[in-house]
Nanobody, 119 residues
């Protein structure tokens, strides 16, 4: 059974920090890209950050210098350290994987975790 289990969301004051984690499981051969996306009320889902199996990262301009994405290939996990949070970072954050499983390429989303930043 394929699963992406997220944890670490919550409520924090502006300027604070949170760390999101996501663990992938289910017949994984390899995971090429793991990433975080977010969706605020009334807005489209947008990329926050991605990281390849080789460690190459990509960030949205709005989070550069504040957020850091990392992964553990052996454990199939990805984390997002969020510092200097702003009210505009409030959104549901989704983990995403682009993986190779026994049956071929497979893309999945986590269930989402709420991040709320109060001013």
């Amino acid at each position: 059974q394929v699963q992406l289990v997220e944890s670490g969301g919550g409520l924090v004051q502006a300027g604070g920090s949170l760390r999101l984690s996501c663990a992938a499981s289910g017949s994984i051969v390899s995971i090429n890209v793991m990433g975080w996306y977010r969706q605020a009320p009334g807005k489209q889902r947008e990329l926050v950050a991605t990281i390849t199996s080789g460690g190459s990262t990509n960030y949205a301009d709005s989070v550069k210098g504040r957020f850091t994405i990392s992964r553990d290939n052996a454990k199939n996990t990805v984390s997002l350290q969020m510092n200097s949070l702003k009210p505009e970072d409030t959104a549901v954050y989704y983990c995403n994987e682009d993986a190779l499983r026994g049956w071929g390429r497979d893309v999945h989303w986590g269930q989402g975790t709420q991040v709320t930043v109060s001013s």
